[in-house]
């Protein structure tokens, strides 16, 4: 079993729809969650952190059940600039501390 | 610098010779990662530098692949002998430190062709 799971997608969705993925991960201690944003052919940059009250950012939302091991992410009035894949990325509190990055969820918005 | 630098940005080679990529983080974070990407697939680690600990060496793929990391700051991704399956985006990242709640800011990558 992975780490970290997504599904791969792709999530295609009409402008201005709005859009969920969901990220599970095996290890209970992990301590710090995270949103990346890869767009093609480009690194992945950072866009948000998951705290454990919730917590939003503009027209994005990121979720996380500790219970229930795992991390969403919630995209309101998708834009076609939305259009990307999406990496769930947690840092495992026992296993050096490292980030441990999912395989992401690819997200198509179309006209 | 304002953001983590790389270079090369693209690198073609033939195969057999040896690369050197150069890493420059952030200034001020202790933390550097080394990554590959493969077109189309994920993020694979491969080598970490903490400080002054030794680093964590667990994701180099073969004994062709080194790393340094010299007064805390530059590092030099060497790859001898280079392969095709070589070819690859390789992506460094800097962190404020290895734990906490801090995220990866990553560099641009170098993109790399063994021909």
């Known amino acids: 079993r992975k780490e970290v799971e997504q599904d791969p997608g792709p999530f295609n969705v009409p402008e201005g729809a709005t859009v969920a993925f969901n990220c599970t991960y095996s290890?209970?201690?992990?301590?710090?969650f995270f949103w990346y944003r890869q767009d093609c052919r480009k690194e992945p940059k950072l866009l948000m952190s998951?705290?454990?009250s919730g917590n939003e950012d503009g027209r994005f939302t990121a979720q996380l059940n500790r219970a229930s091991q795992y991390i969403s992410l919630l995209i309101r009035d998708s834009k076609l600039s939305d259009s990307a894949t999406y990496l769930c990325?947690?840092?495992?509190?026992?296993?050096?501390?490292?980030?441990?990055f999912g395989g992401g969820t690819r997200l198509m918005v179309k006209p | 610098g304002a953001g983590v630098s790389q270079s090369p940005s693209n690198k073609v080679t033939e195969k057999g010779k040896d690369v050197e990529l150069r890493c420059d983080p952030i200034?001020?974070?202790?933390?550097l990662y080394w990554y590959r990407q493969s077109l189309g697939q994920g993020l694979e680690f491969l080598i970490y530098f903490q400080g002054n600990s030794a680093p964590d060496k667990s994701g180099l793929p073969s004994d062709r692949f080194s790393a340094e990391r010299t007064g805390g700051s530059v590092s030099t991704l060497t790859i001898q002998r280079t392969q095709q399956e070589d070819s690859a985006v390789y992506l460094c990242?800097?962190?404020?430190?290895?734990?906490?709640?801090?995220?990866?800011?990553f560099g641009s990558g170098t993109r790399l062709t063994v021909v």
């Open positions: 990325v947690v840092r495992l509190g026992n296993a050096g501390n490292m980030l441990t």
């Open positions: 200034s001020g974070h202790t933390a």
């Open positions: 998951v705290y454990s």
């Open positions: 290890n209970s201690a992990s301590q710090s």
């Open positions: 990242a800097s962190s404020l430190t290895h734990t906490g709640p801090y995220g990866y800011t």
